[in-house]
């Protein structure tokens, strides 16, 4: 196993542990870690199954919930941002990315919770649809927060990482 694969899954399993320590609600690590796969983790299947198996056994772990379509399917549309970040890693793409992500799993997530119920009693209305989405305005800043910290520490470990191992400084993405 070569020391690219090594340090790609050292970064992620260190994000994955996080999801575990206690946080506020909606701060996590998986918004970065989608967008990490799919900028650094070449083979396209895997950048795509990384984060949807961080969530599964998240969600076998912690529970199950109705809106895991709408979870699972944001971070698939995640991970290609990410994918379109393997471009260019800059620190404006990857903040940019991290707020594009952040939104996308907004609006998606919180159309889920509306249209299923989410334990909440939103009427299936359009106006209901905006008041279910002003009451999770407090999670969107807890998912911003999160996708822009851990996407600066997994981006940024891994930059520093490629100039400190030379075996790292290959161009990205590479297949491997």
């Not at 995640?78 to 620190?91: D, M, N, Q, T």
């Not at 990315?97 to 509306?114: K, Q, R």
Request: with cysteine.
């Amino acid at each position: 196993m070569n020391t690219r694969i090594i340090s790609i899954a050292l970064l992620i399993l260190f994000a994955i542990a996080s999801r575990f320590v206690p946080h506020p609600p909606n701060f996590t690590p998986i918004i970065g870690v989608g967008l990490f796969a799919g900028a650094y983790i070449s083979r396209r299947i895997w950048a795509f199954i990384v984060p949807l198996l961080i969530l599964l056994i998240s969600d076998v772990v912690l529970g199950f919930h109705t809106t895991m379509i709408w979870v699972y399917g944001s971070i698939i549309l995640i991970v290609a941002i990410g994918i379109l970040l393997s471009k260019k890693s800059k620190i404006t793409s990857i903040i940019g990315g991290s707020i594009s992500g952040s939104v996308l799993f907004y609006i998606v997530t919180n159309f889920g919770v509306w249209i299923t119920g989410g334990g909440f009693a939103h009427p299936l209305s359009f106006q209901g649809l905006m008041l279910c989405y002003i009451d999770a305005i407090p999670f969107f800043l807890n998912t911003l927060s999160s996708t822009v910290l851990y996407s600066g520490i997994l981006f940024g470990a891994y930059e520093i990482l490629c100039r400190v191992v030379p075996a790292l400084q290959l161009t990205k993405p590479v297949n491997e």
